[in-house]
T-cell receptor
Framework: DAGVIQSPRHEVTEMGQEVTLRCKPI?????LFWYRQTMMRGLELLIY????????DSGMPEDRFSAKMPNASFSTLKIQPSEPRDSAVYFC?????????????FGAGTRLSVL | GENVEQHPSTLSVQEGDSAVIKCTYS??????FPWYKQELGKRPQLIID?????GEKKDQRIAVTLNKTAKHFSLHITETQPEDSAVYFC????????????FGTGTRLTIIP
């Protein structure tokens, strides 16, 4: 398996523009997680899905952020409108579901710069 | 919810010496404790994990210990090498039910040649 695939790897945009980040989890994994990483706040969980259903979105910073998982092999994280403080590395991770299967596998991340 | 504290935030050790990173957690229901290593510009990757039914686990030069009573766990790296330089994150979650990992704030480990 190619692992968790994220696109784009880098995104530079201007304040106010819409940004869409994409993630393809490892085939067969039932859970998908979106994280944001910054120097100031570390690694923060934004939202996670189980069997395509959002389970916990308490980490989503505000209404400008939204996430979807229309099927088991694809998820998006959208920021609209984007702001400079959204600049960060966004990671997607997936894990299998079941007792003893908490291991999360991370994608390579998307480095977002909002000017 | 769970809260994980990690210390120290930075650590420098001479090559060949040992390094120890410590974490405490708040939720007594947590029973799964992984450690992730993140090299500069790379993704976090699992290096070792422990479940609450054991007190220690080893994998070559790395080991993790768990004290459930005190709610703390530690990562031990022996015979450190330059390639051990990275940021290390501890995390906690429950095996059953909620799979959400709560991460510590990270420790930047530098190995001095």
């Amino acid at each position: 398996d190619a692992g968790v695939i994220q696109s784009p790897r880098h995104e530079v945009t201007e304040m106010g523009q819409e940004v869409t980040l994409r993630c393809k989890p490892i085939s067969g994994h039932n859970s998908l997680f979106w994280y944001r990483q910054t120097m100031m706040r570390g690694l923060e969980l934004l939202i996670y899905f189980n069997n395509n259903v959002p389970i916990d979105d308490s980490g989503m910073p505000e209404d400008r952020f939204s996430a979807k998982m229309p099927n088991a092999s694809f998820s998006t994280l959208k920021i609209q409108p984007s702001e400079p403080r959204d600049s960060a590395v966004y990671f997607c991770a997936s894990s299998p579901t079941g007792v003893g299967k908490n291991i999360q596998y991370f994608g390579a991340g998307t480095r977002l710069s909002v000017l | 919810g769970e809260n994980v504290e990690q210390h120290p935030s930075t650590l420098s050790v001479q090559e060949g010496d040992s390094a120890v990173i410590k974490c405490t957690y708040s939720d007594s229901a947590s029973n799964y404790f992984p450690w992730y290593k993140q090299e500069l510009g790379k993704r976090p990757q699992l290096i070792i994990d422990i479940r609450s039914n054991v007190g220690e686990k080893k994998d070559q030069r790395i080991a993790v210990t768990l004290n459930k009573t005190a709610k703390h766990f530690s990562l031990h790296i022996t015979e450190t090498q330059p390639e051990d330089s990275a940021v290390y994150f501890c995390a906690a979650s429950t095996v059953f039910g909620n799979e959400k990992l709560t991460f510590g704030t990270g420790t930047r480990l530098t190995i001095i040649p």
